[in-house]
């Protein structure tokens, strides 16, 4: 049994007779990443979306930073906005209301400017960079329509019900 164990310690000999340096035997190829787009675009425009499918799960904690946003928008519109005075309820509701949304599109532009080359490294065993290119076209346009449906639906439900219910 310790034989067994000493062996599979102990690298094989290469070709020759001579041992390898350490260094050489763990060289891999560094796939090329001078034609992955600087900006993902399905990143970009759906982050929430594109990244769990890419494995990067993280992205789930945008949906409640968008509820965030988006409830800090409402609030400033129904609490009168910076017309009621800048320190007033509706003022400081509006700066909030810019900070976070500044603050969230800083973060999703900073996400997708390295999501791409995270997605193609993890998928640069499986596929060749010019299918992986095609593949992001089509999730560019799917997260474009999804974001558009997003944007539509929250507006109208924020002046269906939310607005309405706050005056």
Same mark, same amino acid.
């Given at each position: 049994m310790d034989?067994?164990?000493q062996s599979m310690a102990q690298p094989e000999p290469a070709a020759g007779g001579a041992q390898q340096p350490a260094s050489e035997e763990l060289q891999f190829a560094e796939p090329d =990443?001078?034609? /992955?787009? *600087?900006?993902?675009?399905g990143a970009l425009l759906m982050p929430a979306v594109w990244g769990p499918v890419h494995g990067q799960w993280i992205t789930i904690l945008f949906y409640p930073l968008w509820l965030f946003a988006d409830t800090c928008l409402t609030n400033a519109v129904i609490f009168g906005g910076l017309s009621s005075g800048l320190l007033s309820t #509706? #003022? =400081?509701a509006t700066i909030l209301a810019a900070t976070v949304v500044l603050g969230t599109a800083a973060i999703t532009f900073l996400y997708a400017s390295t999501a791409g *080359?995270?997605?193609?490294?993890?998928a640069a065993e499986r596929m060749t960079l010019q299918e992986y290119l095609a593949r992001e076209r089509v999730w560019a346009v /799917?997260?474009?329509?999804?974001a558009l449906l997003f944007i539509v639906l929250a507006t109208w439900y924020n002046l269906a019900v939310r607005i309405p219910a706050g005056a």
């Amino acid at each position: 049994m310790d034989e067994t164990l000493q062996s599979m310690a102990q690298p094989e000999p290469a070709a020759g007779g001579a041992q390898q340096p350490a260094s050489e035997e763990l060289q891999f190829a560094e796939p090329d =990443l001078s034609r /992955v787009p *600087r900006i993902n675009w399905g990143a970009l425009l759906m982050p929430a979306v594109w990244g769990p499918v890419h494995g990067q799960w993280i992205t789930i904690l945008f949906y409640p930073l968008w509820l965030f946003a988006d409830t800090c928008l409402t609030n400033a519109v129904i609490f009168g906005g910076l017309s009621s005075g800048l320190l007033s309820t #509706g #003022g =400081l509701a509006t700066i909030l209301a810019a900070t976070v949304v500044l603050g969230t599109a800083a973060i999703t532009f900073l996400y997708a400017s390295t999501a791409g *080359r995270k997605a193609y490294l993890r998928a640069a065993e499986r596929m060749t960079l010019q299918e992986y290119l095609a593949r992001e076209r089509v999730w560019a346009v /799917v997260c474009a329509l999804i974001a558009l449906l997003f944007i539509v639906l929250a507006t109208w439900y924020n002046l269906a019900v939310r607005i309405p219910a706050g005056a």
